[in-house]
């Protein structure tokens, strides 16, 4: 074993045999070549032989194959992503390793081998060969004992067992990130219905990315609810498949568009928080203002876009803000706003969020959403949801 530690140097390696990665590669090239014969065929302009109707049929096609080519521009793109993902190797080092290994078998796991990575990112990500000896043994638990030999933190990685295996296997832990967060919520249902149309969600995409999507269906009640919990689950579906957020927009708007129905539009509020950096992205597609909290400084974030479904082709706007310590994120829907409109005015509200004195974001979202009652005088004509999300530095 000692020799076999002492070799362990600092190197360059890929994720992915270098045959697996040029059959990706080759992959990713026929698609960009199959998206390219979907574009070749130019849109036509009507003659005087060719009706409305043929024309209109003509263009709907036109615009599916430029949707579908689309995707498939997209589908290249994930696949070269993966093939080039590249990690660098770090010697664990013979005292070290002797120490994770002694401490694991204190603890009824035997250690098999260690490999320690750093991504792209920077990050530290850890692969273990162990099992276990003794029964219900937790791997959050294991992490913590592999922590305090590396004297770094690290966590499970995402959809790990939640205990470890009485046979050989290989566990991922990865470091954790710097920053932890609470969310809070609170919403109001439109007075003549009896299910909101807002739909949110807080999930975290991959390992130190949290992201928050609010989306507000068109008018209010079951369908609205349901288009906008359409709009959400496919947001995570392609985020989870490997799509770029801009490009899962797009793949949804052209789903929206594409709709017999007469009215199947969204808003879509996407706030993506690195909780390693502190770095936030907001994307908004029609919808409603966001504000930062920075002590009694309060940062505005407003879009002029319209909604999902409207068109074929549309333009979200992204922002980017560096986040701190003791930071909020306030998102909201569209029926806040209004509500505030029938008192004295939504310009009033980043005074009011700059003032509150309140840590928790639950407490946070319930003094705004009480505020904007207050002003309507307790009417709710639209469904009303405020989400709040709080950064805190572990350190």
Request: aromatic share 6%; charged share 25%; hydrophobic share 40%.
């Amino acid at each position: 074993m000692k020799k076999q530690v002492e070799n362990r140097e600092e190197n360059v390696i890929t994720m992915i045999p270098e045959y697996g990665r040029q059959k990706l590669l080759g992959y990713a090239e026929s698609f960009l070549d199959l998206a390219d014969l979907f574009t070749e065929e130019k849109e036509e302009v009507p003659g005087e032989d060719k009706n409305r109707q043929e024309y209109l049929w003509q263009k709907k096609l036109y615009e599916s194959r430029g949707l579908l080519a689309e995707h498939l521009k997209e589908m290249a793109h994930i696949m070269s992503e993966v093939a080039g993902e590249s990690y660098k190797t770090h010697p664990v080092g013979e005292r070290k390793y002797k120490q994770i290994m002694h401490n694991l078998k204190d603890a009824g796991i035997l250690l098999k081998d260690c490999l320690l990575l750093e991504n792209e990112d920077g990050h530290l990500e850890l692969n273990l060969s162990m099992k276990a000896v003794q029964e219900n043994i937790v791997l959050e638990d294991v992490a913590d004992i592999i922590s305090a030999a590396l004297n770094a933190r690290v966590r499970a990685s995402k959809n790990q067992p939640l205990f470890m295996a009485g046979e050989w296997r290989t566990y991922h832990f990865l470091e954790e990130p710097a920053f932890h967060i609470l969310t809070g919520f609170a919403k109001a249902v439109k007075e003549t219905e009896k299910i909101s149309g807002d739909n949110y969600t807080f999930d975290e995409i991959e390992q130190g990315k949290m992201i928050a999507i609010l989306s507000d269906g068109t008018g209010s009640g079951e369908k609205a609810c349901k288009e906008s919990e359409r709009v959400i689950e496919m947001m995570e579906r392609l985020l989870e498949a490997g799509f770029r957020k801009e490009a899962a927009i797009q793949v949804i708007n052209g789903a929206l568009a594409a709709g017999e129905q007469e009215q199947n539009m969204s808003t879509l509020d996407i706030c993506e928080l690195n909780l390693y950096t502190g770095a936030c992205e907001f994307i908004k597609v029609g919808a409603a203002c966001t504000y930062i909290k920075r002590d009694n400084l309060v940062d505005r974030l407003s879009a002029r876009n319209l909604p999902l479904g409207l068109f074929q082709q549309i333009e979200p706007e992204i922002m980017y803000r560096q986040l701190q310590d003791g930071d909020y994120i306030i998102m909201l829907s569209d029926g806040v706003l209004e509500a505030l409109s029938q008192g004295i005015g939504e310009e009033i509200l980043p005074e009011i969020i700059g003032r509150t004195s309140h840590t928790n974001p639950g407490q946070i979202a319930n003094q705004i959403l009480s505020y904007c009652l207050h002003q309507s005088r307790g009417q709710i004509r639209d469904d009303m949801t405020v989400l709040v999300i709080g950064i805190w530095n572990k350190g």
